[in-house]
């Protein structure tokens, strides 16, 4: 059975900044937003499973954090005078992943979510200590596999890879089984029988059993979502998690704003699929896509947003001037007075007749430390030449035995930043084929070969080669928005300079003035980051958008209707 993650982490170099210990004036602040309780030895302070848990400072004795396994249970830590409980699912809301019970009398200082979250908004000591600890916390859950499911899968299963990659790109711990590689499947399932179509079973701390379930489905099943209350108009409903949409969740949540996030898979859209930003102002030595995404969720939900996983939005309701309403997968909605488009752009998909068949087991979209593992020791492909498939060729040279990246043009100066291109020249494990494409790709369940042309030559050859990774191009997520809002010839949403005069008046502008920066052809509707017509392409640029997007979300509702 694997455990959660596979990457080191010192436990013990950093439980001083895990388990810390609050100082007496710090204790005496929170108190006030508290109250006392007391304990008797053995009593369980909170369950695992559940939600809204409060906040704890242990005063006298000792309070043991467990993890149920079954009828086993694992320690994670005995927190003692003037430490706190809790971890990441104390801010998102969501169902708890470990059990609190008093090792002898127990005295605690106990506060409600509500008073908590709005302590660490206005107490910059507590949210400095508190923030830090519950990171590290997750971490070390996620590396133990200290999580509330197990999945039971084949690596030979695309729908094996697809939950894996949902539950690791949403930052939650789990177990894995291989029906094909461990021992523990037969004591795990017993006599249930399992069609190869319904791989991967995922099992729930509940002893739900799901057989090849979609994204929301697990979603739903693990508690990710607090349910939605169809009758709240909500100050901004952001639609898309990626850096742009979580900015602009950040900004709005910290001035005050009601702010809903709608997000169809996992935090940090395209960005969170690569393996390091080494470009991105204030992180000198770089920092993981999928790093970068979850702190801004977490920073988010610190300020009081709200995020709904694998239930993103698929329709806006365009009629009126006055509320919005934005359809979900799943058939909920949501109310809006103002609505952030942030649904960004997905990799261009490669024009191959058995693509779809190879999708998972063999062609990635991401190149990840989960994906470089399914790789590792074998030669692979990279397709593109911008600066995530240049990211993603050096990262994988790391563990791969062979890269090859194959570009349609003659070089890569025009697409890429010469720190990635000097990188690629002087890495020995790195092939660049110019003016190459793949045309053919072969297998059964898995990818076993790929044809590829040497336009230069005019030749076509087959390799042995089992993973590709596509990176080309950008796709952007707009089909939700019917016909809303102007877009271009591409599918990008058109927004301020480029909406003319004539746009607007084809679309019914029903305002004096002309759209703020960002708005689109429809009042209080912006679009942020990638999903935007004429904006650069760069992370930098889409935190930038979203951040700056509420300044005129604010002017726009302060406007009469």
Known sequence: MTQGLPFSFDVEARRGQMFPQLSPDAVSRIAAAGAERRFEDGAVVFERGETDVPFYVVLEGALEIVHPRGDVEELVTVH??????GELSVLAGRPGLVRGRAKGPLRVL??????????????????????????????GLLVAGFGDVTIVGSSQSASTARVQDFLTRNGHPYQYVDVERDADVESLLGRVRVAPDEIPLVICADGRMLRN????????????????????????????????????????????????????NAPGGQAATSSKIENYLGFPTGVSGQ??????????????ARLTIAHGAVKLHCAGRGEMQVDLAGGRSVRARAVIIATGAEYRKLDLPDLARFEGVGVYYAATFME???????????????????????????????????????????????????????????????????????GSEHLERVTWRDDNAGEEAAHAIRHVFAMTGATPNTAW?????????????????????????????????????????????????????????????????????????????????
Not at 236 to 262: I, K
Not at 506 to 527: C, D, H, I, M
Not at 529 to 556: C, F, M, N, P, Y
Request: proline share 4%; aromatic share 6%.
């Open 80 to 85: 003692h005078e003037r430490q706190f409980t």
């Open 110 to 139: 106990r506060i409600e979510p509500d008073r908590f979250l709005a302590l660490l908004q206005t107490d910059s000591e507590l949210s400095e200590i508190a923030m830090r600890a519950y990171i590290l916390r997750r971490i």
């Open 372 to 442: 470089s593992q399914r790789c590792a020791a074998d030669e692979v492909i990279v397709v593109g030449g911008a600066n995530s498939a240049g990211q993603a060729a050096t990262f994988l040279a790391k563990t791969a035995r062979h890269v090859h990246m194959l570009i349609r043009g003659p070089d890569l100066a025009a697409t890429m930043s010469r720190y990635l291109i000097r990188r690629i020249e002087e890495t020995p494990n790195i092939t660049l084929h110019r003016r190459t494409r793949i045309v053919a790709l072969h």
């Open 291 to 304: 790093s970068l995404a979850h702190r801004a969720l977490n920073q988010a939900e610190k300020f009081g």
């Open 213 to 264: 379930p979609s994204n929301a489905e697990v979603a739903d099943c693990l508690g990710f979502n607090a349910a939605i209350d169809e009758g709240v108009v909500h100050d901004v409903v952001v639609c898309g998690a990626g850096l742009g949409g979580l900015a602009a969740a950040v900004y709005a949540g910290s001035e005050g704003l009601d702010v809903l996030v709608v997000e169809a």
């Open 481 to 561: 928005l019917g016909d809303c809002v102007a877009m271009d010839p591409n599918g990008f949403v058109r927004t301020d300079s480029e909406l003319t005069d004539e746009t607007l008046a084809e679309r019914g502008w029903p305002l004096k003035r002309r759209p703020y920066l960002f708005e689109t052809s429809r009042p209080r509707v912006f679009a942020v980051g990638d999903v935007r017509s004429t904006s650069v392409k760069r992370v930098a640029s889409a935190v930038g958008e979203g951040s700056v997007s509420i300044q005129l979300v604010h002017k726009a509702l302060a406007e009469p209707v």
